[in-house]
């Protein structure tokens, strides 16, 4: 998913991993959970407290409050995705995943022996989902769709209107939805990205992570709304596979939602002012997203243009000492793109934009 690991004189842009500090009343949470001995193990799905708080803050952003009994602590939000696949697919039921997409979602497919369909992903808002290509994966067969918004690698934003005309579609097909909304509180515009929560909430599988919102990477706490059919199965494969989430991770997440750590959108204008550098500095490389907001941390940028492949341009920008990640990564069908992590102090990413561009006029 990433470049080979970074040299000293590198500027990595490969990686999604915020440059920001956790909030110190974060920390703070933590280090009085590792004092106070309550490091063991925590219930199976979680904190009670946290899977409320929790729930209370996807009510606030989508107007669907979930009972905390199918919220479960996860380790991190690949945990989250992990579990819900599991839940859903098998040999003879196949995940439809956007195409381009976090790769993860095709690794944790193989691993389990799940076919993977894919489907076009458009550049945002109304035009964020090819309807047409998912109804023909649902009819091939697919049980679970997955939807990424705001979406790694483009940042792209589904619109509200677009989420519930799938949730009908799916509805019709018996299927259901993997939400990954591991970037929902980094929309430029400092909304909260929709959800199909708000008109699915008995097919949407929602998967959220502190990493992100919270700059939490390292301390792998997430969290997954499962439909209510699925609450015991879901109780099950969590509980024997993950144990728990980590319970100082835990404690330390219960302050990110009650109100002593920062708002969930906190970081939103700081990456929307780093998008429009990424933007001025590149130029053409960035296509313009007319339809829709944008979000996430990323600029998907398209060379193209040169004729040259994703991984041939990771390897030209690694010459310069500029790591970013190719194209191929994310998507089989889009050559001589690559993905930038807007995750670099605005001084530091500036100089790195500056090179790109000189590397690939």
């Given at each position: 998913?990433?470049?080979?690991?970074?040299?000293?004189?590198?500027?990595?842009?490969?990686?999604?991993?915020?440059?920001?500090?956790?909030?110190?009343?974060?920390?703070?949470?933590?280090?009085?959970?590792?004092?106070?001995?309550?490091?063991?193990?925590?219930?199976?799905?979680?904190?009670?407290?946290?899977?409320?708080?929790?729930?209370?803050?996807?009510?606030?952003?989508?107007?669907?409050?979930?009972?905390?009994?199918?919220?479960?602590?996860?380790?991190?939000?690949t945990g989250a995705v992990a579990v819900a696949i599991a839940a859903v697919c098998s040999p003879g039921r196949p995940l439809l995943v956007p195409d381009p997409a976090w790769p993860n979602y095709r690794v944790?497919?193989?691993?389990?022996?799940?076919?993977?369909?894919?489907?076009?992903?458009?550049?945002?808002?109304?035009?964020?989902?090819?309807?047409?290509?998912?109804?023909?994966?649902?009819?091939?067969?697919?049980?679970?769709?997955?939807?990424?918004?705001?979406?790694?690698?483009?940042?792209a934003v589904a619109s509200a209107d677009l989420l519930a005309t799938l949730v009908d579609l799916v509805r019709s097909h018996g299927a259901t939805i993997l939400s990954d909304e591991a970037y929902e509180s980094?929309?430029?515009?400092?909304?909260?990205?929709?959800?199909?929560?708000?008109?699915?909430?008995?097919?949407?599988?929602?998967?959220?992570?502190?990493?992100?919102?919270?700059?939490?990477?390292?301390?792998?706490?997430?969290?997954?709304?499962?439909?209510?059919?699925?609450?015991?199965?879901?109780?099950?494969?969590?509980?024997?596979?993950?144990?728990?989430?980590?319970?100082?991770?835990?404690?330390?997440?219960?302050?990110a939602l009650d109100g002593r750590g920062p708002t969930p959108t906190h970081h939103s204008a700081c990456y929307a002012e780093r998008y429009a550098l990424a933007q001025r500095v590149l130029g053409d490389l960035?296509?313009?997203?007319?339809?829709?907001?944008?979000?996430?941390?990323?600029?998907?940028?398209?060379?193209?243009?040169?004729?040259?492949?994703?991984?041939?341009?990771?390897?030209?920008?690694?010459?310069?000492?500029?790591?970013?990640?190719?194209?191929?990564?994310?998507?089989?069908?889009?050559?001589?793109?690559?993905?930038?992590?807007?995750?670099?102090?605005?001084?530091?990413?500036?100089?790195?934009?500056?090179?790109?561009?000189?590397?690939?006029?």
């Amino acid at each position: 998913m990433m470049a080979a690991a970074p040299l000293a004189d590198e500027i990595d842009l490969s990686v999604g991993q915020p440059d920001q500090q956790v909030a110190p009343a974060i920390r703070q949470a933590g280090i009085a959970a590792i004092a106070e001995g309550r490091t063991g193990y925590t219930p199976k799905l979680g904190l009670a407290e946290l899977r409320t708080l929790m729930a209370e803050d996807i009510a606030t952003a989508t107007g669907h409050r979930p009972s905390p009994e199918d919220v479960v602590i996860t380790i991190g939000g690949t945990g989250a995705v992990a579990v819900a696949i599991a839940a859903v697919c098998s040999p003879g039921r196949p995940l439809l995943v956007p195409d381009p997409a976090w790769p993860n979602y095709r690794v944790l497919a193989a691993s389990l022996g799940i076919p993977v369909l894919t489907y076009r992903q458009g550049p945002g808002g109304a035009a964020f989902l090819d309807l047409d290509e998912i109804d023909r994966g649902l009819t091939a067969g697919a049980r679970l769709v997955v939807v990424n918004s705001p979406a790694n690698p483009t940042g792209a934003v589904a619109s509200a209107d677009l989420l519930a005309t799938l949730v009908d579609l799916v509805r019709s097909h018996g299927a259901t939805i993997l939400s990954d909304e591991a970037y929902e509180s980094i929309v430029f515009d400092g909304t909260r990205a929709p959800s199909p929560l708000t008109t699915g909430p008995d097919l949407t599988f929602a998967c959220r992570t502190f990493s992100k919102s919270h700059a939490m990477t390292g301390w792998r706490v997430g969290a997954l709304t499962s439909p209510p059919s699925y609450r015991a199965h879901v109780a099950a494969l969590h509980g024997t596979t993950a144990g728990c989430a980590p319970a100082i991770a835990q404690y330390a997440a219960i302050a990110a939602l009650d109100g002593r750590g920062p708002t969930p959108t906190h970081h939103s204008a700081c990456y929307a002012e780093r998008y429009a550098l990424a933007q001025r500095v590149l130029g053409d490389l960035i296509p313009a997203h007319s339809p829709g907001r944008l979000g996430g941390f990323y600029a998907w940028a398209d060379a193209s243009a040169t004729g040259l492949t994703g991984l041939q341009l990771t390897d030209r920008l690694r010459q310069h000492k500029i790591l970013v990640s190719a194209g191929e990564v994310y998507s089989a069908t889009a050559p001589g793109c690559f993905r930038i992590s807007l995750t670099q102090p605005a001084d530091i990413l500036t100089s790195a934009l500056h090179t790109i561009r000189q590397a690939i006029p």
